[in-house]
């Protein structure tokens, strides 16, 4: 063959006469077999036949999508039926039927928490197959609403929220998360990872009496998340979001806020005062997002007579506006209630709920007294996931680009394909929270390609493509700390109390899964370092009984929350702190919260519970329980012998735990410190009294040993006595004169007998009288035993003195 390998690029869905011709020679000198005489197509069940001059042709239509790529083998058979020594390789590539639109980019975009921003298209380019293109107009959506509350935003609670964004302080939470303290949601349908209620038209939430101030002033604000959809069937009633009505009675509505046939109604009917005429009542929006089925924000400004709509961060002013007369003063109590209306005893009907509301509502919320400013709004409703533009400076002057407020939108136009293709492949996703909701997103990319003189020349199809948002390690948050301890009675009742955590320490950790080094692929867990992250609130509540206000509280210094995004609540339940805000934020304010008890009689003991939670819930901490013992007078004498024993540097050396060391003390507790040692060897009453125990039976030991060692030393003095006798003289053939003087010397020892037991005597009254001296006593007697034994000795040997008068020498 003339040719070592033979290539052609063919067209899908055509049939070709010929796609290419090869041709091959024979050296041969003889005519006859000097010519090629005819060629075959070696390779079997392909879709190609070649003539007897070498032209291949296909046998039917080539698809791009079935195979890109033919490889067939072709040999030569000369006049004598000898074929070629080697065959040849022939090469056919399919092409596809040029189709105008996107090329090369994935459906699915994975996304790591924390990543930053990901480019989603970084290879992508336009195919316009050659086309006079004038213009494009590409629009980029990202769909997320189906993510709570229309997109990836922060789950804080409410009051959280309110204090992130700086909000003026007073908001009333509506619907929080069901609790002891806030327990009129319990009944409702719940989405607990968003804190969203589902109301289906058969249920409603009364709020408790003074929750909500019963007269709202001419200035307050309503907000709240609002996902709604046509009502079954379009029917004309009213569906209640918000309502305040008579409680019996009658059925008088003094303000609402409603849903009827797709617009927004905002009811407020004044009281009746000095000026008899008609007032703005009834406020009226026409938006077709308010039965779109998807999430918005809105915010109800009151300035009464001025009424504003936020919806989205966008204001809107209301359409229609209604008068009508105030309302009579009356002595019916009124009821406050949320996904329906209460309807007070009217027409001999028993009070029941109407009105109900289809959809979904989340973060309801009111402020009584003051209107929100329009940062505060936009900070509340803003979303932490959304589109974003990598390098703008290199987009180039011939791209425009436009985001919504959202940015989850983003249009962009240019008169250059090449510009608008390396302004796409920048476009990425963000998504800023630490811990993002996982899921899918869906991108639409939508594109227009003009023609010169024409307003659509090609048609170019939709991206349908998605972001999968991986889920993040989840952390694991623990509270530690001294877990007992106790007091005397006269620090609980003093202007100070006690501090309830003085050492308490909140961490969190993350476990994750690698991949091990081995090639046994197997994966091992392992534990990451701690992990920084904003806690949203702290409860420390108290165990068994509340907290009787006539008689204790926990009490905490509100400047200790200046500086911080944090607040605090106060009930006899115990202590709240809320807000978006560090761990070592919440740690120094749960360090001075102090317990008082200023009738401590009756109580010996209060148990506390502490538990911390992150994004409103999502993630929460142990539970840490707290133990505190009141001592009473009757065991001070325990409390100062186990003082004095503790200071001893000896005795605290052996006993004190390693972990809770002095220098935890606080500068500002630093004279209760005998009492925070004593909080770390002596947890009970117990306790006390086995240490006091142990004391007395190393004070009896001790005694014992000082006995045993002073009978010893007698022990010695007899038995020199002895080895004295032992060397007396033999006087027995002496002779013995005696003593004229032994008759004054024998009244004078009775007397100094006689003097000794009188000691004796008093000694062992002493002894009697006073236990604590009984060892000083003792030493007195032996003394006394010692001298007595002495002056016997003496004696003894004056009236053994020789009569050496006839001795000779």
């Known amino acids: 063959f003339k040719e070592s390998m033979y290539k052609a690029t063919v067209t899908e869905g055509k049939i070709y006469d010929s796609i290419l011709q090869v041709e091959a020679i024979d050296e041969d000198c003889s005519p006859q077999y000097s010519q090629i005489c005819n060629y075959e197509i070696v390779t079997t069940d392909v879709p190609f036949a070649i003539d007897r001059n070498g032209n291949i042709r296909n046998t039917e239509k080539l698809n791009y999508d079935k195979q890109r790529r033919y490889e067939i083998m072709v040999t030569a058979f000369d006049c004598g039926q000898k074929h070629a020594r080697e065959d040849v390789l022939v090469q056919v590539n399919v092409k596809p039927v040029c189709k105008p639109g996107w090329q090369d980019w994935n459906k699915r975009?994975?996304?790591?928490?924390g990543s930053g921003s990901i480019p989603l298209f970084p290879s992508i380019h336009l195919e316009t197959c050659d086309g006079p293109v004038s213009s494009t107009h590409t629009t980029i959506e990202l769909q997320t609403n189906h993510i709570g509350k229309g997109c990836d935003r922060e789950t804080y609670s409410e009051k959280s929220l309110q204090k992130l964004c700086g909000a003026s302080s007073g908001a009333i939470d509506l619907l929080p998360s069901p609790s002891a303290t806030t327990n009129w949601t319990a009944g409702l349908l719940?989405?607990?990872?968003?804190?969203?209620?589902?109301?289906?038209?058969?249920?409603?939430a009364k709020i408790p009496d003074g929750i909500v101030p019963k007269n709202l002033t001419d200035q307050f604000t309503i907000s709240l998340w609002m996902k709604h959809g046509p009502s079954p069937g379009l029917r004309?009633?009213?569906?209640?979001?918000?309502?305040?009505s008579d409680k019996t009675e009658m059925n008088r509505h003094h303000y609402a806020l409603y849903v009827h046939n797709c617009r927004l109604v905002f009811l407020l009917r004044k009281d009746f005062d000095q000026a008899d005429t008609f007032r703005p009542a009834e406020f009226h929006w026409k938006l077709d997002q308010i039965c779109d089925k998807e999430w918005h924000y809105y915010v109800v400004n009151v300035e009464f007579p001025v009424v504003t709509l936020y919806m989205d961060g966008t204001t809107y002013e209301p359409y229609l506006v209604t008068n009508d007369w105030p309302i009579h003063p009356s002595h019916i109590a009124m009821q406050l209630t949320v996904g329906a209306c209460w309807q007070g005893n009217m027409n001999e009907n028993e009070p029941r709920f109407a009105q109900?509301?289809?959809?979904?509502?989340?973060?309801?919320?009111?402020?009584?007294?003051?209107?929100?400013?329009?940062?505060?709004?936009?900070?509340?409703?803003?979303?932490?996931?959304?589109?974003?533009?990598?390098?703008?400076?290199?987009?180039?002057?011939?791209?425009?680009?436009?985001?919504?407020?959202?940015?989850?939108?983003?249009?962009?136009?240019?008169?250059?394909?090449?510009?608008?293709?390396?302004?796409?492949?920048?476009?990425?996703y963000i998504n800023s929270r630490q811990f993002p909701t996982a899921g899918v997103r869906r991108l639409k990319v939508s594109s227009k390609v003009q023609c010169f003189g024409e307003d659509v020349c090609i048609n170019i199809p939709d991206i349908d493509a998605y972001v999968m948002v991986l889920q993040a390690n989840e952390p694991k948050i623990?509270?530690?700390?001294?877990?007992?301890?106790?007091?005397?009675?006269?620090?609980?009742?003093?202007?100070r109390g006690v501090i309830l955590l003085p050492d308490i320490r909140i961490v969190s950790t993350v476990t994750k899964t690698e991949h091990s080094k081995k090639n046994d692929g197997a994966n091992k867990p392992v534990v990451l370092e701690e992990m920084l992250h904003d806690l949203d609130f702290c409860d420390v509540l108290v165990s068994g009984a509340e907290l009787d206000p006539e008689q204790e509280c926990l009490e905490l210094d509100r400047t200790e929350l200046q500086g911080k995004h944090l607040d605090a609540t106060n009930s006899t339940a115990g202590y709240s702190i809320y807000g978006a805000d560090t761990m070592h934020n919440y740690e120094q304010v749960l360090q001075q919260i102090r317990y008082r008890n200023w009738y401590t009689s009756a109580t010996f003991e209060r148990k506390f519970r502490i538990k911390c939670s992150e994004l409103n819930g999502h993630y929460t901490s142990n539970e840490f329980n707290l133990e505190v013992n009141i001592l009473h007078s009757t065991n001070s004498n325990y409390m100062d012998h186990v003082n004095k024993v503790i200071v001893q540097p000896q005795f605290l050396q052996s006993i004190h735990h390693p972990e809770e060391s002095i220098s935890t003390v606080h500068n500002s507790d630093i004279n209760l410190l005998p009492f925070r040692l004593f909080v770390s060897v002596v947890p009970s009453v117990a306790t006390v009294v086995i240490v006091i125990c142990v004391s007395v039976l190393i004070f009896i030991i001790a005694v014992g040993v000082y006995r045993i060692r002073t009978a010893q030393q007698h022990s010695s003095t007899d038995n020199e006595s002895s080895k004295e006798n032992e060397m007396d003289w033999d006087d027995s053939a002496l002779t013995i004169t005696v003593n004229p003087m032994e008759k004054y010397e024998k009244p004078h020892r009775a007397e100094e007998e006689s003097e000794e037991e009188d000691e004796e005597e008093e000694d062992t009254t002493s002894a009697e009288s006073d236990e604590s001296e009984e060892e000083d006593d003792e030493e007195e007697e032996e003394e006394a035993i010692v001298q007595k034994r002495g002056k016997q000795n003496l004696t003894r040997q004056e009236q053994l003195e020789w009569d050496d008068s006839t001795l000779p020498y």
Do not use: W
Request: glycine share 8%; proline share 3%.
């Open 236 to 244: 004309a009633e009213k569906e209640t979001i918000l309502c305040n």
């Open 478 to 495: 623990t509270i530690s700390g001294m877990d007992h301890f106790a007091r005397p009675a006269a620090q609980f009742e003093s202007e």
């Open 190 to 204: 719940m989405d607990n990872n968003d804190i969203i209620f589902k109301f289906d038209g058969k249920q409603g």
């Open 356 to 428: 109900y509301f289809h959809g979904s509502l989340a973060s309801l919320t009111i402020r009584p007294g003051k209107i929100e400013s329009q940062k505060v709004i936009s900070c509340l409703q803003a979303c932490k996931e959304g589109l974003d533009i990598n390098s703008l400076e290199s987009l180039g002057q011939g791209v425009k680009y436009h985001f919504n407020p959202s940015q989850s939108v983003l249009v962009m136009e240019g008169d250059d394909i090449e510009n608008i293709n390396r302004a796409l492949r920048k476009v990425s």
């Open 109 to 113: 975009i994975e996304y790591k928490p």
